[in-house]
C-alpha cells in the first residue's frame, strides 16, 4: 500500500489546487480518503479487468471516484433526493439487508443447537421410504420381460418419487402388492428385493449443519423483528386532517 499512499498524496495536492477556489474548507466540505477506498477501488478494477491497475489507472479511478462523490454531497445539500422514490427505496432496501444479515455474526453454542434441533425434530425427519427392483412387461399375461424398461434399482425413494415416475397410486400398489403383477402408466411390473423403510428422526450429528443453518436463518429472524419493533417505538404515526 505503500505506493498507493504516495499516489494519493500527489492527487489530494493537485485536487486541493485545482479545486481550492470552488469549495470552502470547513469540515462539512472534506472528502475523506483512506486505504479502504484505495483497495475497494483497485479491487473493482481488478474484477472488471482480471488484473490490478497501474499507477495511472489508480489515480484515474480515484479522480473520477472524486468527482461523483462531490456531485453527490452537492445533490444532497439541495436536497435532491427528498421525494425521490427511488432514493428511498434503495435506502430502505439497504437498512433492510443490514437488519437482516446482523444475527449472521452471532455464533451458537452446541446447546442452542441440540435445543433447537429438539423442539424441530419434525425439520429433521427421514420419511417413509422403499428399495426395490422391478420386471416390466407390456401385457399382464406376457410372458416376455422388456429388457429396455426392467432392472433399474430404486433406492430409499419417497412415495412422491415413485409416483411421478410410474403413476398416480404406483407406490401403494407396491405396498399392497395384492397380485405378482402391477400396473402403471406404462404396462405391468414384478417388484423383487422390496425393503421398506419407516419414517424415522435423523440423529442430530447428521444434520447439525442443517440444524445450525436452520437456527441462523430463525435467530436472524427473530433478531430483525426485535430491532423493527425498538424502530418502530421512536416514530409515531400522525394523520393530517
Known sequence: MKGIKEIFIFLVIGILLVFIDNFSQNDRNKIPVDDQLLTQLSQAFEIQFDRKPNDEELTNLLISWY??????????????????????RR?????????????????PTEEELRNFYEENLARYMEPFNISFTHEFYRDK?????????SGDSFIGVTEIKVNSNFGEGFFQKIL???????????????????KIYPEKIKSFEIVRDN???????????????????????????????
Open 176 to 194: 399392497e402388492k395384492e397380485d405378482k403383477r402391477i400396473s402403471s402408466t406404462y404396462g405391468w411390473h414384478e417388484i423383487n428385493d422390496l
Open 91 to 107: 435506502l430502505i432496501q439497504k437498512y433492510n439487508d443490514f437488519l437482516r444479515t446482523q444475527a449472521f455474526s452471532y455464533e
Open 211 to 241: 440444524v445450525l443453518n436452520d437456527f441462523m436463518l430463525a435467530h436472524n429472524a427473530e433478531l430483525y423483528e426485535a430491532n423493527l419493533l425498538k424502530i418502530k417505538d421512536k416514530y409515531e404515526l400522525i394523520f393530517n386532517q
Open 67 to 88: 468527482e461523483d462523490e462531490i456531485l453527490y454531497q452537492e445533490a444532497l445539500t439541495k436536497g435532491f433526493d427528498s421525494d425521490d422514490e427511488i432514493v428511498r
Open 141 to 149: 399375461d406376457s410372458s416376455e420381460e422388456d429388457i429396455f424398461f
